[in-house]
């Protein structure tokens, strides 16, 4: 017989589900928790300096990783600060097990100090929540959030435990088993059959590739489909690496800032093969003249994807991996010299356009500069807005989990904790954060973290002193009317990260900035890299908001 | 920018349909199930909630339009940890017909 309060019991099923790494801060109502994390000798805490950066750091670990990670928060503000980084894991489908603290049982309900209803709060944010009423429950409730965590599509979960339940005395017999994932769903092999054979008889099909391939693990099949098939292979922003850019059968990124060729590809399809995708508004653009004329096959571990936006002829519910396997055996071999010979004149005719790639000193040649310094090992995260759509469409991506980027929710101040987070997972990688001046903003406090834990992650920012994508959509659709996008104020960010005892380099002012770089990309630690960009460079081409894909402006 | 504004889906000339869920018994399900039907601006006509005789379950009511989004909603509710099955009735199903009295 066992016998230890909520919080030890917490710590102990922590550490035996595999968890070393935990971000959070303290606070009133979690401190139960944090005495009972200080006496052990397996799990780590890394101190944020916002539960927003502590919840995207969890995220970070988990995108690396492709495991649930945990944030810590407290009750109230504490709890409230972890929402955003929630649904953005929620979103993306990042498994993730917030554990927050809450006001005693008997203070539920009466506006205590830093109450709040953070079980409520995050229904429509999380996959599932719990708020645990007794030390005992503890038992079944933190194997469940993992399980639930990492089953079927990923996603985050929260636990909310009481102060009281914290330091309640539990008894009991054995530890539960860390928690597994489910089994992948049966496959319907009729379905699978009759993929195969509209794989065999297309004559213009599309492989497209969404997040859920990298989840899956199934990058590699889903390659090897494409080269079996003779698939020309477009990825959504999620599944960036899945394919290697350099792949003679990747067409790149689709969708909003897609090469043209890309969806003028798309558009002339005619069999759409849709993998562990969700046909995202801003990869498929106006819904109704998303690939016109082609057939769908989807697959996915989400029944509630299949039709949702576009009706698949054949639907598969399954694990992509597992979907990809049954399929691979019953695809015939297909050159298609015919098909691949037209998508290489579509892109020969309407290429991804990059001007000033060879000039370090501007947008895409400051990505291809970074590119041309790391090898595939390196991690690359960014914030949200300009520079990330640029890295998107410029960096040689080669492998999955090497591209870390909010996606769905499209969260500022994403980059840097995450980056901090892939680091603590991965500290032996470089981790570089490209980010944009608003983003840096919206999480910058956590460079005291980064500082502290002297981790390996560069911080390369795209600095045109506004909020570059809004600049951009009213220089483009608001009739130049430019309002409360571009700031007045002008930060030092060299000293700012000087004051954070953080390396800075200014790419602006060095002689030779490709040797600047490549002296702060390969020398360990953290490191600012600041560079500034023109704020008339925007991001093309470009779908407008409601537009069909193939309506691109510019590029 | 003019964008078109989609007209509030009218409901009342659609078929009522009544769904039947078996769920876990504890507090926060009904919010779980209440939630996701009002975030995606579905209407619940009525609802009614009952532990079963093996107080672990319970058993709710819904009585809803059944509008095009209606697959969509289910696959959404299935999907929800605490529900284990969803049945799906005809109007003319009596859990809400004998309740008539209570509220005309």
Redesign the interface.
């Known amino acids: 017989m066992m016998q230890m309060t909520g919080a030890e019991l917490i710590v102990r099923l922590l550490e035996r589900q595999g968890i070393r790494t935990i971000a959070g801060i303290p606070g009133g109502a979690i401190l139960p928790l944090y005495d009972a994390l200080s006496g052990s000798d397996i799990i780590r805490h890394v101190l944020a300096r916002h539960e927003q950066g502590a919840g995207f750091m969890a995220q970070g670990m988990a995108r690396v990783s492709g495991r649930p990670e945990v944030c810590f928060a407290s009750s109230g503000p504490g709890a409230t600060n972890l929402v955003t980084a929630i649904a953005d894991a929620r979103l993306d489908s990042i498994p993730m097990v917030a554990i927050t603290g809450q006001v005693p049982l008997s203070m539920i309900g009466t506006d205590a100090f830093q109450e709040v209803d953070i079980y409520g709060m995050t229904v429509p944010i999380t996959k599932h929540n719990f708020l645990v009423r007794s030390a005992a429950e503890l038992l079944e409730v933190i194997p469940q959030a993992f399980r639930i965590a990492m089953s079927g599509r990923p996603g985050p979960v929260l636990v909310d435990v009481p102060k009281d339940v914290q330091n309640q005395l539990v008894s009991f017999e054995a530890y539960p088993e860390p928690a597994v994932p489910d089994p992948v769903p049966a496959l319907d092999m009729v379905a699978i059959e009759s993929a195969a054979k509209m794989i065999d008889e297309a004559e213009r099909p599309v492989l497209y590739l969404g997040g859920g391939v990298v989840h899956s693990g199934a990058s590699r099949l889903a390659v090897t489909l494409a080269e079996q098939a003779g698939l020309p292979t477009t990825m959504t922003l999620m599944a960036l690496g899945t394919m290697p850019v350099d792949h003679p059968l990747s067409i790149g990124m689709l969708g909003m800032h897609a090469a043209r060729y890309t969806n003028f590809v798309l558009e002339e399809s005619d069999l759409l093969i849709c993998v562990g995708a969700r046909f995202d508004d801003r990869a498929i653009g106006k819904a109704a003249q998303f690939c016109p004329n082609a057939q769908i096959i989807h697959i996915d571990i989400d029944p509630a994807e299949l039709h949702k936006i576009k009706a698949a002829h054949v639907a598969i519910n399954g694990d992509v991996a597992t979907a990809l396997e049954a399929l691979l055996p019953r695809v015939k071999h297909n050159l298609r010299k015919r098909w691949l010979s037209h998508v290489d004149s579509l892109k020969s005719r309407f290429p991804m356009a990059m001007p000033g790639r060879d000039d370090p000193r501007t947008h895409y040649g400051l990505v291809h500069a970074v590119a041309a310094v790391l090898d595939d090992e390196a991690v690359i995260a960014t914030d949200v807005g300009q520079h990330q759509m640029w890295v998107a469409q410029a960096y040689p991506f080669r492998r999955p989990r090497q591209w870390l980027t909010s996606g769905g929710l499209g969260t500022m101040g994403f980059g840097v904790p995450a980056a901090i987070g892939a680091a603590l997972s991965e500290p032996d990688r470089t981790v570089v954060c490209f980010t944009g001046d608003g983003s840096f903003k919206m999480n910058i406090q956590e460079l005291a973290t980064l500082a502290e834990e002297g981790l390996n992650v560069k911080i390369v920012l795209m600095n045109n002193n506004s909020l570059g994508l809004v600049y951009q959509q009213q220089n483009l659709f608001y009739g130049k009317r430019v309002f409360a996008s571009k700031y007045r104020g002008e930060p030092d960010f060299l000293k700012i990260a000087e004051g954070f005892g953080i390396a800075a380099v200014d790419l602006d002012s060095s002689p030779n900035p490709r040797a600047t770089l490549a002296q702060a990309l390969q020398s360990r630690g953290p490191c600012l890299i600041h560079a500034s960009i023109s704020r008339e460079e925007f991001v093309y081409p470009m779908v407008p908001p409601g537009a069909a894909n193939t309506e691109m402006i510019g590029g | ?1 003019i ?1 078109q504004v989609a007209e509030p889906l009218q409901q009342h000339g659609f078929a009522k349909v009544v769904l039947e869920l078996e769920v876990n018994n504890h ?2 399900v009904m ?2 199930i209440c ?2 039907f009002a ?1 995606r601006a579905f209407n619940v006509e009525g609802i009614l909630c009952m532990p079963m005789s093996d107080t672990s379950r319970s058993r709710i009511w819904l009585l809803v339009f059944e509008d095009q989004r209606l ?2 909603m289910v ?2 509710v ?5 529900v284990r099955s969803v049945r799906r009735h005809g109007a003319e199903h009596e859990v809400f017909e004998r309740l008539e009295r209570f509220f005309h």
């Open positions: 920018m964008e507090p926060g919010s779980h939630n996701l975030r697959e969509q696959l959404q299935e999907k929800l940890v605490d």
